[in-house]
């Protein structure tokens, strides 16, 4: 099968702009997680998704946001950027829970 | 919240000798806990889990063990080799695909 795929991989963005990053799930998987990794902070949970409903949320502002289709891929949304949401953005798929497979990771500067 | 604290941060060791790094939470719902392993510049990578309906689980040169009561789990890898060189991140899910994570171990095997 293949793996979990994120787009785009590189992103450069400017304060104030908005971005969405886009993920493809293992085949079969229904639930896509999201994470965002920076050298301070590590690896923290932004939100989860399962047939289209978000059912786990992290401690992220209202900026951050995302959604699921009903083929499950996903994409996540953040607006108005800020400096210290440069990070690497990285999605997670599994099938009914638990074992949670990453993708490559969508890398955000934002200057 | 679920909080993980991952010890150490850094662990040198000769290549041959074993490793363990360790990882104590906070939340006693907390029933799955796995372990990934990042090398520079590619995504996380699954290389064991264990439930909390169990204490030992081993696959080859990996193993971990978890402490419900203690409330701690550990990872240990023997014959080390350099290409298991890399930052392990540790983490505890409570709440279904809502994994929190600890702040990673750099290991470094010396050949």
């Known amino acids: 099968k293949a793996g979990v795929t994120q787009t785009p991989r590189y992103l450069i963005k400017t304060r104030g702009q908005q971005v969405t990053l886009s993920c493809s799930p293992i085949?079969?998987?229904?639930?896509v997680s999201w994470y965002q990794q920076t050298p301070g902070q590590g690896l923290q949970f932004l939100f989860e998704y399962f047939s289209e409903t978000q059912r786990n949320k992290g401690n992220f502002p209202g900026r951050f946001s995302g959604r699921q289709f009903s083929n499950s891929r996903s994409e996540m949304n953040v607006s108005t950027l800020e400096l210290g949401d440069s990070a690497l953005y990285l999605c997670?798929?599994?099938?009914?829970?638990?074992?949670?497979?990453f993708g490559p990771g969508t890398r955000l500067t934002v200057t | 919240g679920e909080n993980v604290e991952q010890h150490p941060s850094t662990l040198s060791v000769q290549e041959g000798d074993s490793a363990v790094i360790k990882c104590t939470y906070s939340?006693?719902?907390?029933?799955?806990f796995p372990w990934y392993k990042q090398e520079l510049g590619k995504r996380p990578q699954l290389i064991i889990d264990i439930r909390s309906n169990v204490g030992e689980k081993k696959d080859q040169r990996i193993a971990v063990t978890l402490n419900k009561t203690a409330k701690h789990f550990s990872l240990h890898i023997t014959e080390t080799q350099p290409e298991d060189s890399a930052v392990y991140f540790c983490?505890?899910?409570?709440?279904?695909?809502?994994?929190?994570f600890g702040g990673g171990t750099r290991l470094m095997v010396k050949p």
């Open positions: 997670a798929s599994s099938f009914v829970g638990l074992e949670q497979y």
């Open positions: 983490a505890a899910d409570n709440a279904g695909n809502m994994l929190t």
């Open positions: 085949s079969g998987h229904r639930s």
């Open positions: 939340d006693s719902a907390s029933n799955y």
